[in-house]
């Protein structure tokens, strides 16, 4: 790779640049490259990394205001002229859509654009978001489909859908599955003693199934099964699905679940627990599921895009039917009732883990289609 090449990251919160994309810019770095992450950078969560520099924006994942939108595409187009990347990298529907739209003008000839799923504009069924979803595919059409633009999907079902509604032509996507687990920090370990521990590591949204996994735990106490159901994670308020504290508090206090709030230490979760469950509606590739795998930890997770590529039925977990508690609560009495198929299911993950989602793997990949960009569009 050229030592002189610049590689921008365009994310919306520090806190996902750290958590999905910080292996990828030490991999850029350590060839090199001279790394620039632009981002909302939060408080509780800076980015205090040797070699990579930091340019903070004002732009957020969701914004009503158009003035502030458009004051957020201004800094974003004077940012972009100012750094003039050999490529972008942006990461999410908003930082792609304002990216592509500003870059153009902007003198940014080479673009990568990630997104990690479809999320709750393209799973809606309300009207008014419809017509929104409307809107965003034609912008996307308009922002794409051209020379010097590539995009990394996470999942078969979401590159048939942007293909086949003519947003981009198959030779500009790249199927790349997620940003991988560390394969060493993330080991397996022998299950913990006790009643079984079932754990749901996600932000607290109905769109993640949280509400399948209440109805789903109410039902194991009412037949009086020794398990226990942790809820792992925070409300997101930027996000129209977003549970309030104030029910997750109420669910706690009801004792169908135990509610422990944002964790930082995801290992001592599996650590403690017994089976890995994210009931979400769908999903680009959630990293909540590679990360249980690595663990050597059961899955249960919904027959859904982006969940049924980490999980072979029978093989590593469950799948279930999405927005099916009763189906949810059966697959949890099973593997509650099993060691042997616990045990079995969670070495398989783990197999899976090691041959499919390490992370130098996929790094290995992006950086790969790095290299083609710069040969393909010099």
Same mark, same amino acid.
């Given at each position: ?18 958590? @999905? ?25 800076? !980015?205090?990394?040797?070699? %990579? ?14 003035? /502030? ?19 972008? @990298? ?12 500003? #870059? ?16 709750? *504009?393209?799973?809606?069924?309300? +009207? ?34 942007? %293909? ?80 309030? /504290? ?5 669910? @706690?206090?009801?004792?169908? !679940? ?37 663990? #050597? ?19 590593? #977990? +469950? ?43 996929? *790094? ?15």
């Amino acid at each position: 790779m050229d030592k002189r090449c610049k590689i921008l990251f365009l994310v919306t919160e520090s806190w996902y640049f750290l958590s @999905h994309r910080l292996a990828l810019a030490r991999a850029c770095r350590d060839h090199g490259w001279d790394v620039v992450v632009a981002t909302r950078v939060s408080p509780e969560w800076p !980015i205090d990394e040797p070699g %990579i520099r930091v340019v903070p924006l004002t732009m957020r994942r969701t914004g009503r205001n158009p003035i /502030e939108e458009v004051v957020a595409l201004v800094q974003l187009y004077r940012m972009l002229r100012r750094e003039q990347p050999d490529i972008v @990298h942006a990461v999410g529907l908003k930082p792609v859509l304002y990216a592509a739209t500003v #870059g153009r003008f902007a003198g940014i000839r080479r673009m990568v654009a990630a997104l990690a799923g479809m999320g709750y *504009i393209f799973m809606s069924a309300s +009207l008014r978001i419809g017509m929104i979803r409307a809107a965003l595919v034609r912008w996307l059409r308009l922002a794409l489909r051209r020379r010097g633009v590539w995009l990394i999907l996470q999942n078969g079902d979401d590159a048939d859908m942007l %293909i086949g509604g003519g947003v981009v032509t198959a030779s500009q996507v790249r199927i790349i599955r997620g940003s991988g687990v560390d394969l060493d920090y993330f080991q397996p370990e022998p299950e913990p003693d006790g009643p079984v521990v079932f754990a749901v590591v996600s932000r607290m949204l109905t769109d993640k199934g949280i509400c399948e996994v209440v109805w789903a735990s109410r039902e194991m106490q009412r037949l009086s099964l020794p398990v226990t159901v942790q809820l792992v994670g925070s409300p997101d308020l930027d996000n129209p699905t977003s549970l309030s /504290e104030a029910q997750l508090r109420s669910w @706690h206090a009801e004792g169908c !679940i135990q509610w422990l709030g944002q964790q930082s230490d995801i290992c001592a979760i599996w650590r403690q627990a017994h089976v890995c469950v994210l009931p979400s509606y769908r999903e680009g590739l959630p990293k909540t599921l590679l990360e249980a795998a690595a663990c #050597g930890r059961p899955i249960i997770t919904t027959d859904v895009p982006g969940c049924r590529e980490v999980v072979r039925p029978e093989v590593d #977990g +469950l799948l279930v039917p999405v927005e099916n508690w009763t189906s949810l609560a059966a697959a949890m009495i099973r593997l509650a009732a099993s060691p042997e198929l616990r045990r079995e299911f969670g070495a398989n993950a783990r197999q899976l883990a090691e041959a499919e989602f390490g992370s130098e793997a996929i *790094i290995a990949q992006v950086i790969s289609l790095y290299d083609h960009i710069l040969a393909d569009c010099p």
